[in-house]
């Protein structure tokens, strides 16, 4: 693979301008941020808003200017991991909760109230947030068309009322939606004192005035013309109006992140006693076809660490190198004891690997072998804590896609509590990710035994995927076997063709409450829809299984529960009857 390739980047033009117009206050506010971080526009894009705060208030200008501030700054900052449509929706929710409340100190026309319309330009996609009477329009091919739709309805003498607008309500309605980019997109963000004024032919006009060589400073001079024009047009309004054009995008599949990560060498294998950067190789740990796992030392601090290595079988395969940089990506962005971290690469390093976290104890498979067919309340509890650990990867927008016995460390603490850790992230699918990297697999990752119908056929895979995982995972440890005993093994076509018959779980443990069945049968539903909603409720109906085999558990004979005192008590017994004999006899002498 030729590794000093390039791979187009996400660049636009962009120009804008605002005036009070007629008006002595400009309510209206805009703003651009293009990152000057490649890997900040990776993650987070491009983004450009407009506000324009109510006339009737004397807050506008604060609303507006407000909203367009705080949420270029609080997007930015959101969870890298988070899509678009998530972190702007946080955003703007906590933003629109900000206003509302400061509104309830003056009620009666002083509102901190504005509409907001934002683009943001994410790899190849455009996102549109909206909610209010601003406008964003797309020119391509000759025509101007706008995307986003007027909350506003009209009242007497042409005039319009918002009816729904940031700060108006405790909660607001936001639009998204997301649009496919080409290069030579322009775009034109717009408050009513533009577009109320100056129809669409009018604007479409003056856009195509700009070419692809067309600077920064012709877009703010047309954007001047055009406000400008509604000016003269009768606009009475604050007048605003921005430019943004696609210069050039990054292909759809590929972006900078394979050509660092081909900027690497992948290492060849190493044996015990072999060393790489300031790592000591100690053992063995794994020695497959897709990647290679060491026990190792490092040297400048002496402690152990795993290194995880790519195979050399892969080195041309992007789907991979992606599988394992997402992997390393999960293990730095989340901070938790449940999930196996992953730590930084070693600075001027030229190979790629990971260094993990170096996680004590066996894997779920080994405990199941040595503990078969645990007790109700052991199995729940190891199953609560796989499902706390995988809820927080969804709380980070990310699904595991390969939840399996061998990919769950289980370890017993001194005091007997079982801790678990979920490793190897390189199936997770990232939403954030998603919409930079379009995955190509034709074929579902993951162990085939535990996916869940949806992915396996079509490809399709989120929390409750995880869930019916999960599921199979619970139904298994208490019993050794897997709900769907006709599938076992079989290859992906044959796969696909699962007849999904339940076995239920009586088959092979008599010994469980009835009430389990219809808890499994529901979380391993084939229909996605007809599973538990969520993690917490099929943990709940565990619980009360559980909870109502322990109730109607036969007391024990007290033999079993304290032998010594079952013996004490015979032979208190014994001697009472040996006393009432000897008594009986004497009697009768």
């Not at 290069?183 to 009018?202: A, E, N, R, W």
């Not at 079988?313 to 989340?334: A, M, P, R, T």
């Not at 049968?521 to 909603?533: T, W």
Request: aromatic share 8%.
């Amino acid at each position: 693979m030729d590794k000093r390739q390039t791979t187009p980047k996400l660049s636009v033009c962009v120009g804008g301008y605002s005036t009070a117009g007629k008006r002595e206050i400009n309510q209206d506010a805009f703003a651009v941020k293009d990152p000057y971080s490649q890997s900040e526009r990776n993650i987070k894009g491009i983004v450009a808003c407009v506000a324009d705060g109510v006339s009737c208030s004397d807050k506008g200008q604060q609303a507006s200017h407000t909203s367009v501030t705080q949420f270029i700054n609080d997007y930015y900052s959101t969870n890298k991991s988070w899509d678009v449509k998530q972190s702007a929706s946080k955003v703007l929710n906590s933003l629109n909760s900000w206003l509302y409340q400061h509104n309830q100190d003056d009620l009666r026309h002083n509102g901190l109230i504005t509409t907001f319309s934002s683009l943001i330009i994410k790899s190849t996609t455009a996102h549109l947030i909206h909610v209010g009477d601003s406008r964003i329009y797309r020119y391509r091919n000759k025509q101007l068309t706008q995307l986003t739709y007027d909350h506003s309805r009209a009242v007497y003498n042409n005039n319009t009322v918002l009816t729904r607008a940031l700060g108006m309500d405790c909660h607001v309605d936001i639009d998204y939606q997301g649009v496919s980019l080409q290069v030579g997109d322009l775009f034109l963000l717009s408050s009513d004192g533009v577009h109320d004024y100056l129809d669409k032919q009018t604007l479409a006009d003056y856009v195509d005035s700009l070419t692809e060589n067309s600077s920064t400073q012709d877009f703010e001079q047309l954007s001047q013309v055009i406000c400008d024009d509604a000016l003269k047009q009768g606009s009475s309004d604050n007048i605003s109006c921005l430019l943004l054009q696609i210069r050039s995008l990054p292909n759809a599949n590929l972006n900078e992140l394979f050509m660092h990560l081909n900027s690497l060498n992948i290492p060849p294998a190493l044996q015990v006693g072999n060393e790489i950067d300031c790592f000591k190789i100690d053992k063995i740990l794994h020695d497959g076809v897709r990647s290679h796992v060491y026990l190792a030392t490092n040297k400048l601090t002496q402690e152990s660490v795993v290194l995880k290595m790519p195979s050399l079988n892969f080195e041309e395969d992007l789907d991979y190198l992606l599988g394992f940089y997402k992997e390393q990506w999960v293990g730095q962005s989340i901070n938790h004891p449940s999930i196996m971290s992953i730590a930084k690469n070693i600075k001027d390093s030229v190979f790629l690997y990971h260094i993990c976290e170096y996680v004590e104890g066996i894997t779920l498979r080994q405990w199941m072998q040595e503990k078969p067919l645990p007790d109700l309340q052991i199995a729940q509890d190891i199953i609560s804590k796989i499902v706390n650990a995988v809820r927080v990867l969804q709380r980070a927008g990310m699904v595991h896609r390969d939840l399996k016995p061998e990919n769950i460390i289980i370890k017993t603490a001194d005091d007997g509590e079982i801790e678990v850790k979920l490793i190897d992230f390189g199936t997770v699918k990232i939403n954030g990710f998603e919409e930079i990297v379009k995955e190509q697999q034709e074929e579902p990752l993951g162990a085939l035994d535990y996916i869940a119908p949806e992915y396996l056929n079509k490809g399709q895979s989120s929390a409750l995927s995880d869930l019916f995982s999960i599921a199979v995972i619970a139904y298994e440890l208490l019993t050794g076997k897997l709900p769907y005993p006709n599938n076992q093994g079989q290859s992906l076509d044959r796969a696909r063709q699962y007849s999904w018959v339940y076995q239920p779980i009586k088959i092979a443990r008599n010994d469980l409450p009835v009430s389990l069945d219809n808890v499994f049968k529901k979380a391993l539903n084939p229909k996605l829809l007809e599973r538990y909603s969520s993690m917490s409720e099929f943990i709940a109906e565990l619980s009360k299984s559980q909870k109502k085999q322990s109730s109607k558990a036969p007391k024990q004979a007290l033999l079993e529960r304290d032998p010594i005192k079952f013996w004490k008590l015979c032979t208190f017994i014994f001697m009472g009857l040996s006393a009432l004999e000897l008594f009986l006899l004497l009697k009768n002498n």
